[in-house]
């Protein structure tokens, strides 16, 4: 959702993409539909290794799931600003459905209101210290 959120509201300004260190190898049925929901695209997401992004430049490395804040990045990322945005992973939930819309929702809004105050700084022009103290602040936002 971060990703699509990132290059639809980023508008070319950004590229975004999304990995993980243990990808399922499926995207989850329920973020595809809370994007579609939400009016955004459903199509050309996969589930994807950060390994698979070794040759692609990364300025700056936003992790997003709750469990990934302790996780070592790959080396060859070292060069890139990094922050942790954790929000709850609506996939592993069991509940009504109701329920689990909610939560990809409530995930969605949140990551929103984050991709859009990060979309508000003037990143490009920003020292690594600096914008490594805004994206942090940021990642604390709640919707």
């Known amino acids: 959702m971060g990703e699509a959120l990132f290059n639809n509201l980023g508008k070319g300004r950004i590229k975004a993409f999304s990995a993980g260190s243990h990808p399922i190898g499926r ?3 329920g973020a595809l539909a809370t994007l579609k929901r939400h009016g955004l695209p459903t199509e ?8 698979d992004f070794e040759e692609q430049p990364m300025d700056i490395v936003i992790t997003v799931c709750d469990n990934a804040a302790g996780e070592s990045c790959p080396v060859y990322l070292n060069s890139a600003v990094r922050a942790h945005w954790g929000v709850a992973d609506p996939g592993h939930l069991d509940g009504t459905e109701h329920e689990i ?3 990809f929702d409530q995930t969605f809004n ?11 700084l003037p990143f490009e022009t920003m020292s690594t210290t600096e914008l490594s103290e ?6 604390k936002l709640v919707a």
């Open 27 to 29: 995207i989850n049925q």
């Open 110 to 120: 949140t990551l929103e209101l984050r991709v859009k105050a990060m979309l508000a």
């Open 134 to 139: 805004k994206l942090n602040a940021i990642g």
């Open 44 to 51: 050309g997401y996969q589930s994807q290794s950060w390994n």
């Open 101 to 103: 819309i909610n939560a």
